[in-house]
């Protein structure tokens, strides 16, 4: 009988963002580090908090650095490696099966998904973000009155070449919304509201509510209609978050809409929230949830949240993600953090008698890459 469980299975990481293709200075990679958008006070370093802890202690051997070197030496080392060779050793050395990638944000500045794809040496597959859409077709040149149908048909057309639609509601309005499908009236009038505010501000950025909730409602469709499961960024991120109504319970009745058609909901991130996703995820037949990049932010301590969202979740329900951007070193730790967190978790598990190795393994098998294979339908891909 085995004495460890199998934690070294590859992952399918199913959210998560290209690489910077370039070389950067200490600044730039400081602030990929980063959910803020300020650099850190005078005289401070991102390098000293728990992600640049761990990006010290585990990513530097893999660019034949010493462990716990100075954050300046890492980038310098960094820089004389280039960009691209970087990123093919973490990538590379992540043991990762595919890539689930978001395109909806700075696209113009990540790689791709076939560059990804080449970088990692692995599928990349696209996951095509609502909002971010509707702000393509919008500075297209098309009028407010033409707005809806010209959104509906392009997010039409990009559905069909993805695994999946993400929304990023909890940023744009939080989840404390109507949650019933808007009007053709209503849409009509947002579309007008917003494209003057657009023109005033000098850029199309998706802020109001009855077009948000108009995409919420056509992905929905289109999730239901393809068969795509809709991701849905809960919790942690930026400064554009108020936090306390990002909250996923407050998502009940759109999730509900979505269990009637059959749509599985996967919450992203779900931090500091992850027992109200676990709980949603019980209740509801289509929603799934993982923890995302937070057990990088949090370095040392990723075992106590994760352990956290393994309190009452079904284990069918679970999904790796790294939600790595930018950095590749975001992908490696991602994955590391995960199966050493999962691996403390489980073994006081097994050392308490409420669990043997064979489960275990089960376990980490469904949470790897077998949930998320299955309601991606990646075999079909």
């Known amino acids: 009988m085995p004495t460890e469980i199998d934690v070294g299975l590859p992952l399918i990481d199913h959210h998560c963002h290209g690489v910077v293709p370039t070389d ?8 990929l580090m980063s959910e803020s958008y300020r650099p850190a006070p005078e005289g401070c370093s991102q390098f000293d908090k728990p992600l640049g802890l761990v990006v010290r202690r585990w990513c530097a051997p893999v660019l034949d650095l010493e462990p716990f070197c100075s954050g300046a030496a890492y980038v310098e080392r960094r820089r004389a490696l280039g960009a691209d060779e970087v990123n093919r050793r973490l990538l590379g050395a992540s043991g990762l099966e595919s890539l689930l990638v978001d395109t909806g944000h700075r696209s113009d500045s990540i790689a791709t998904p076939e560059m990804m794809a080449e970088l990692a040496g692995r599928p ?10 509707a702000e393509e077709v919008a500075r297209s040149g098309v009028s ?3 707005f809806p149908a010209a959104f509906a048909d392009e997010l039409a057309h990009r559905a069909r070449a993805a695994v999946g639609l ?13 949650q019933t499908p808007p009007s053709k009236k209503d849409i009509a009038k947002g579309a007008d509201r917003w494209f003057k505010a657009s023109k005033r501000a000098g850029k199309f950025h998706l802020d109001d509510v009855d077009i948000i909730r108009h995409g919420l409602w056509a992905g929905g469709e289109l999730c239901r209609d393809l068969k795509l499961p809709l991701q849905i960024h ?5 400064p554009d978050i108020y936090m306390h109504a990002c909250d996923p319970t407050h998502f009940t009745d759109y999730l509900r809409a979505m269990e009637a058609w059959q749509v599985p909901c996967t919450l992203l991130h779900n931090y500091p929230f992850q027992r109200e996703a676990a709980w949603l995820a019980e209740i509801f037949q289509n929603v799934y949830y993982d923890v995302g990049v937070i057990l990088n932010f949090a370095g040392p301590m990723a075992a106590d949240i994760l352990g956290e969202a393994l309190e009452m979740g079904p284990f069918y329900k679970q999904l790796y993600s790294s939600d790595a951007f930018g950095l590749a070193e975001l992908y490696y730790l991602g994955q590391l953090q995960f199966r050493r967190a999962l691996k403390q978790q ?15 393994d089960r376990i980490v098998a469904m949470i790897a890459s077998a949930n998320t294979r299955r309601i991606y339908r990646l075999d079909e891909a």
Not at 124 to 133: F, L, S, T
Not at 166 to 178: C, G, H, L, N
Not at 347 to 360: F, L
């Open 346 to 360: 489980l073994d006081g598990w097994i050392a308490g008698d409420m669990c043997t190795v064979a489960e275990a």
């Open 144 to 146: 407010a009155g033409d």
């Open 24 to 31: 950067l200075d200490l600044a730039g990679f400081e602030a």
């Open 234 to 238: 809960v919790g942690f991120g930026d």
């Open 166 to 178: 993400k929304t990023i509601v909890a940023y744009r309005s939080t989840f404390d919304i109507d």
């Open 124 to 133: 990349a597959h696209e996951v095509v973000r609502i909002e971010a859409v």
